[in-house]
């Protein structure tokens, strides 16, 4: 049980009993599954108030037994004792209540949240009301001439009255601890009971929005596809502004701005007469003279010609398709693949774009030479080579033809020495780019790894090792930026060669001529037994 949840019950049955609400007390204590010793001795004392002097007794054996030094809890159970007349138990109760007390005259029990002190008196006038029970009254007048010697406050005349009582051979009454004495919580506890907000209110919602800059503070509102503009107050509805005439960025940071096209004014003129605008989902700057206060109303109204103008939201859930190509008769003539091809892994196309962005040597033949393989790709025998390198190129070959002939091939194409190149293919299903393990060995042909009389390949330029021993090879599974001079960077597939081992979470590797250290947990291997030639 939680003790927030203890102290609450806690405090709630004690305000019962302060209500004089006894009933409610118990039902409150009853309700805590783990009680203390405090509140066992709090339900003894509803019970006694109630006469039930059973349930009282048993509350009082459990909270003894959680607390075998409480020498109220024995003073207490032994008044109960008397009134169900088990007499040898009460004197008892009274023998270790005296010994609990440790010598002292009085213990005050409000440090532990009950106002009331018990006095050594006390119990050895319990002592001696036990001994008129049995009918011992000289022992019983020897107890009580032991506790008039005795010093100690709140005694009063009790002591004189009860010798007098004891000549006459007079039952003495059980001194009890008052009932609306019991234990209480500290205040400091129960203060902490109520929920404070330490935080407050939220006030300020952070964009989500990529590359959002903005700067102000806005409530958050339903974003819808399209553009985000940043909401202005009436009086500033003349940020909105129009081109006067075409602008041609000069520097950089500004904008290519056709004349009549709407901006939002997002920043004020600075030193050199330009202003910071919004314009088409793009931040930029703009000379401050070129633009007007544009017709808000117009271009409110006409809704259906507005030209964007925010920031971009990030995308929808459905990804954009790829528009159909309309060909011209005097464009080139293009590759094009009869069936479908498994395409590469997001990381790969983002890092390796299929768009050209180094032409072959000699395009015009490039460009024929594709052609004449794809083809050659549809005869029978043959397989279709599609390469993805700084730029893609495809090949036809036959299905019987070594990896090292379609490496040196593939090097003639390229204009870039066979023994710097590295071939890499993805199995069936895999996202990880694997490196050619049959290259130097004979008898291993393209057909292991073309499907459908297709094979899709990855080229990757690297530089020879000097006297550097590859214990394996990797695939990077991540992008990794170099935080330092002595990192490796690389782009996910990645291969690299692991040189050694640092620790347990550092390798040392070399890719694209680079060599350096990287997180073992950026790459993967399936077959730590990829490569394991002494030199490259």
Same mark, same amino acid.
């Given at each position: 049980?939680?003790?927030?949840?203890?102290?609450?019950?806690?405090?709630?049955?004690?305000?019962?009993?302060?209500?004089?609400?006894?009933?409610?007390?118990?039902?409150?204590?009853?309700?805590?599954?783990? #009680?203390?010793?405090?509140?066992?001795?709090?339900?003894?004392?509803?019970?006694?108030?109630?006469?039930?002097?059973?349930?009282?007794?048993?509350?009082?054996?459990?909270?003894?037994?959680?607390?075998?030094?409480?020498?109220?809890?024995?003073?207490?159970?032994?008044?109960?004792?008397?009134?169900?007349?088990?007499?040898?138990?009460?004197?008892?109760?009274?023998?270790?209540?005296?010994?609990?007390?440790?010598?002292?005259?009085?213990?005050?029990?409000?440090?532990?949240?009950?106002?009331?002190?018990?006095?050594?008196?006390?119990?050895?006038?319990?002592?001696?009301?036990?001994?008129?029970?049995?009918?011992?009254?000289?022992?019983?007048?020897?107890?009580?001439?032991?506790?008039?010697?005795?010093?100690?406050?709140?005694?009063?005349?009790?002591?004189?009255?009860?010798?007098?009582?004891?000549?006459?051979?007079?039952?003495?009454?059980?001194?009890?601890? #008052?009932?609306?004495?019991?234990?209480?919580?500290?205040?400091?506890?129960?203060?902490?009971?109520?929920?404070?907000?330490?935080?407050?209110?939220?006030?300020?919602?952070?964009?989500?929005? #990529?590359?959002?800059?903005?700067?102000?503070?806005?409530?958050?509102?339903?974003?819808?596809?399209?553009?985000?503009?940043?909401?202005?107050?009436?009086?500033?509805?003349?940020?909105?502004?129009?081109?006067?005439?075409?602008?041609?960025?000069?520097?950089?940071?500004?904008?290519?701005?056709?004349?009549?096209?709407?901006?939002?004014?997002?920043?004020?003129?600075?030193?050199?007469?330009?202003?910071?605008?919004?314009?088409?989902?793009?931040?930029?700057?703009?000379?401050?003279?070129?633009?007007?206060?544009?017709?808000?109303?117009?271009?409110?109204?006409?809704?259906?010609?507005?030209?964007?103008?925010?920031?971009?939201?990030?995308?929808?859930?459905?990804?954009?398709?790829?528009?159909?190509?309309?060909?011209?008769?005097?464009?080139?003539?293009?590759?094009?693949?009869?069936?479908?091809?498994?395409?590469?892994?997001?990381?790969?196309?983002?890092?390796?774009?299929?768009?050209?962005?180094?032409?072959?040597?000699?395009?015009?033949?490039?460009v024929s030479d594709q052609h004449d393989g794809v083809v050659q790709g549809a005869e029978a025998g043959s397989v279709v080579?599609?390469?993805?390198?700084?730029?893609?190129?495809?090949?036809?070959?036959?299905?019987?033809?070594?990896?090292?002939?379609?490496?040196?091939?593939?090097?003639?194409?390229?204009?870039?020495?066979?023994?710097?190149?590295?071939?890499?293919?993805?199995?069936?299903?895999?996202?990880?780019?694997?490196?050619?393990?049959?290259?130097?060995?004979?008898?291993?042909?393209?057909?292991?790894?073309?499907?459908?009389?297709?094979?899709?390949?990855?080229?990757?330029?690297?530089?020879?090792?000097?006297?550097?021993?590859?214990?394996?090879?990797?695939?990077?599974?991540?992008?990794?930026?170099?935080?330092?001079?002595?990192?490796?960077?690389?782009?996910?597939?990645?291969?690299?060669?692991?040189?050694?081992?640092?620790?347990?979470?550092?390798?040392?590797?070399?890719?694209?001529?680079?060599?350096?250290?990287?997180?073992?947990?950026?790459?993967?291997?399936?077959?730590?037994?990829?490569?394991?030639?002494?030199?490259?």
């Open positions: 049980m939680l003790y927030t949840e203890l102290l609450r019950l806690w405090d709630e049955a004690v305000q019962a009993v302060d209500a004089k609400d006894w009933h409610g007390a118990l039902s409150k204590l009853e309700e805590i599954s783990e #009680p203390t010793s405090r509140i066992l001795f709090n339900a003894a004392s509803a019970h006694l108030v109630l006469g039930q002097l059973a349930l009282a007794l048993k509350a009082l054996d459990l909270a003894i037994a959680k607390d075998a030094r409480l020498a109220v809890g024995f003073f207490q159970r032994a008044a109960v004792m008397m009134q169900i007349d088990r007499l040898e138990e009460a004197l008892s109760d009274c023998i270790w209540a005296q010994k609990h007390m440790r010598g002292n005259m009085v213990i005050d029990y409000r440090q532990l949240g009950l106002r009331f002190k018990l006095y050594s008196w006390q119990v050895l006038y319990n002592a001696a009301a036990v001994y008129c029970r049995m009918g011992l009254w000289e022992q019983a007048k020897e107890v009580l001439l032991t506790a008039s010697q005795e010093r100690g406050g709140s005694r009063g005349g009790n002591i004189e009255v009860a010798l007098d009582s004891v000549l006459r051979e007079e039952v003495l009454a059980p001194l009890l601890v #008052p009932e609306d004495v019991v234990f209480r919580p500290r205040k400091q506890d129960v203060e902490q009971l109520q929920q404070r907000d330490f935080l407050g209110k939220s006030k300020v919602i952070t964009s989500m929005i #990529p590359n959002d800059d903005f700067g102000g503070f806005e409530p958050l509102r339903l974003q819808k596809p399209g553009f985000y503009e940043p909401k202005v107050d009436g009086a500033q509805d003349s940020r909105y502004m129009r081109m006067r005439i075409p602008y041609m960025a000069q520097g950089p940071g500004q904008l290519t701005v056709p004349g009549g096209a709407t901006v939002f004014l997002f920043g004020e003129e600075d030193r050199d007469g330009m202003a910071t605008v919004i314009y088409d989902g793009q931040r930029g700057l703009l000379p401050i003279s070129l633009l007007e206060p544009a017709d808000v109303k117009m271009f409110k109204g006409k809704k259906e010609n507005r030209v964007p103008s925010g920031i971009p939201l990030p995308p929808g859930l459905k990804p954009p398709t790829r528009p159909d190509a309309q060909h011209s008769p005097a464009a080139p003539p293009r590759v094009h693949f009869t069936s479908d091809t498994p395409p590469p892994s997001y990381a790969t196309a983002t890092h390796a774009p299929l768009a050209a962005s180094e032409p072959p040597k000699d395009p015009a033949n490039a080579v599609k390469v993805h390198y700084t730029y893609t190129l495809a090949l036809s070959v036959p299905l019987d033809t070594p990896y090292h002939e379609v490496k040196e091939r593939i090097a003639q194409k390229l204009g870039q020495p066979a023994s710097q190149l590295r071939l890499r293919h993805k199995q069936h299903g895999s996202r990880v780019l694997i490196p050619l393990g049959g290259e130097v060995e004979p008898g291993r042909t393209v057909q292991e790894v073309a499907e459908a009389g297709r094979a899709t390949l990855w080229c990757q330029t690297e530089d020879p090792l000097a006297n550097r021993p590859i214990l394996y090879q990797m695939v990077a599974l991540y992008d990794y930026n170099a935080q330092g001079t002595e990192d490796l960077e690389f782009s996910e597939g990645d291969t690299i060669d692991i040189l050694g081992e640092v620790n347990e979470e550092w390798l040392e590797g070399h890719c694209a001529g680079n060599i350096g250290i990287f997180p073992s947990c950026f790459a993967y291997s399936e077959n730590a037994n990829i490569t394991q030639s002494p030199e490259l």
